[in-house]
């Protein structure tokens, strides 16, 4: 698989690389086409066939993990270096997602999802482990479901895994997240995400004033937030939720940087680095620049 004249046009090397590119981030399935071009494209190509790694399964994470030690063609550099977004779930009895984030210290958007697993006190090496991983990234983009990460019910945020991230979504259940401290501590966060999965049932009053007393402390803690959402999902009446919580903030005043979005598909897109998340954030923070304290509850459709 070489270049030749009759294989390549004769144009400029960066244009035809930005071409080959930019035919690569446009559509995968073609992009796996032109890998068999020639070695030069190749190089190109897999430059963005890489860029975005989702493992989900396990056997792709299994065939990934392969080519991460086994490859030839590519060294360990490569996938420091293209790996940008990552995508993978982490079960605390395999040792392939430490492994994979060791050899992938270059991403800027991490998506990363703990499988519920009870977390045994015999695993403080795996807990190292792990944490050693992650402790190496500096990702900006974070989606996370981190239930008793790394051996602790709460998230260590002082590590300096923490310290670049900008935009923080967590995916966990309301009775975690409103016990979690030390927002004030992420020194470049500037839009953070809660879920709420309401269910069939309304929002109880219990939960509602919890709820509106963490979002409060926390908004309260951290002037460089300047967007917080707050996802109802699986909610049969956002309107009525939004209205509880408010009712329970000081004064029954919402902070303005506070939105109240409702997602009616929350299977879809939901990693660091999607379109569907960054529309979600775009929507949030036109939102929030024309809202104030006193005006009336909202409630945005994804």
């Known amino acids: 698989?070489?270049?030749?004249?009759?294989?390549?046009p004769l144009l400029p090397y960066d244009v035809l690389c930005l071409v080959?590119?930019?035919?690569a981030t446009n559509d995968r399935k073609e992009a796996l086409k032109l890998v068999t071009v020639c070695k030069l494209v190749q190089h190109w190509v897999e430059q963005i066939l890489y860029s975005v790694v989702s493992l989900y399964r396990e056997t792709t994470c299994r065939a990934f993990l392969r080519t991460i030690e086994t490859s030839r063609t590519k060294s360990r550099a490569f996938f420091a270096t293209h790996v940008k977004s990552l995508c993978i779930s982490y079960d605390i009895y395999d040792d392939r997602t430490v492994r994979i984030i060791s050899a992938c210290r270059g991403v800027t958007s991490l998506t990363f999802w703990v499988i519920p697993t009870p977390w045994p006190t015999s695993i403080v090496q795996t807990q190292k482990k792990i944490t050693a991983a992650l402790n190496a990234l500096r990702p900006r983009k974070l989606s996370v479901l981190l239930p008793s990460i790394i051996g602790s019910p709460y998230p260590h945020f002082h590590l300096s895994f923490f310290e670049n991230i900008t935009h923080l979504s967590i995916v966990n259940k309301w009775e975690?997240?409103?016990?979690?401290?030390?927002?004030?501590?992420?020194?470049?966060?500037?839009?953070?995400?809660?879920d709420l999965r309401v269910g069939p049932r309304l929002l109880h009053d219990k939960a509602g004033y919890t709820i509106a007393l963490a979002l409060h402390t926390i908004l309260s803690g951290c002037d460089h937030i300047r967007v917080c959402i707050l996802l109802l999902i699986f909610d049969p009446s956002p309107t009525f939720t939004a209205a509880k919580i408010t009712n329970y903030m000081p004064m029954s005043k919402v902070d303005p940087r506070l939105v109240f979005m409702s997602d009616s598909e929350p299977f879809l897109d939901r990693e660091a680095h999607s379109t569907r998340?960054?529309?979600?954030?775009?929507?949030?923070?036109?939102?929030?620049?024309?809202?104030?304290?006193?005006?009336?509850?909202?409630?945005?459709?994804?």
């Open 176 to 194: 975690d997240w409103t016990m979690w401290w030390g927002f004030e501590a992420l020194p470049c966060l500037t839009y953070l995400s809660f």
């Open 277 to 302: 998340e960054a529309c979600i954030w775009r929507m949030a923070e036109e939102a929030v620049d024309i809202q104030v304290p006193e005006g009336d509850t909202r409630v945005l459709a994804v």
């Open 1 to 8: 698989m070489i270049c030749t004249s009759s294989l390549i």
């Open 20 to 23: 080959f590119k930019q035919a």
